[in-house]
């Protein structure tokens, strides 16, 4: 599953892409699933560089939450979920990006003791318009 990946490439790969992914999961490569009547309706992904020199940290790949499900708590089961599995693992932080003007996602990491600690201006292109993404570390 690539990073940044838009709706119509994820629909490329199908489902053998998300089978991939879960397939591949250990204690460095985790991903979590918010699920309600049956239906997942978030998931939170986290993985650890195999790189002797960045196994100290976990960094948070990707997170989301369907629209209807925002606000009730569900995010910030996730995101706990990520950061109590990042503290057993013993790792010494968590990284993440988030689109700048992604105010609630912000906000939620905020919360949780994110701090951002740069800016990438043009981050990332969606239909010629740029959108800058900010970096953001929670010390455990």
Not at 60 to 78: H, S, V
Request: aromatic residues 10%.
């Amino acid at each position: 599953m690539p990073l940044l990946a838009t709706y119509e490439e994820e629909q490329v790969g199908g489902l053998l892409n998300f089978q991939k992914v879960l397939a591949e999961n250990s204690e460095d490569n985790v991903l979590f699933g918010a699920v309600v009547k049956r239906k997942v309706v978030g998931l939170a992904g986290m993985y650890v560089s195999q790189q002797s020199k960045l196994k100290h940290k976990g960094n948070i790949w990707g997170m989301y939450l369907d629209p209807e499900y925002r606000g009730r708590g569900a995010g910030r089961q996730l995101l706990e979920l990520c950061i109590s599995h990042a503290k057993n693992q013993f790792l010494s932080c968590i990284y993440l990006s988030v689109e700048s003007d992604n105010f609630a996602a912000k906000g939620l990491y905020e919360s949780s003791g994110f701090k951002v600690w740069g800016t990438e201006p043009r981050a990332m292109s969606v239909a010629k318009q740029f959108f800058a993404e900010d970096h953001m570390t929670l010390l455990l």
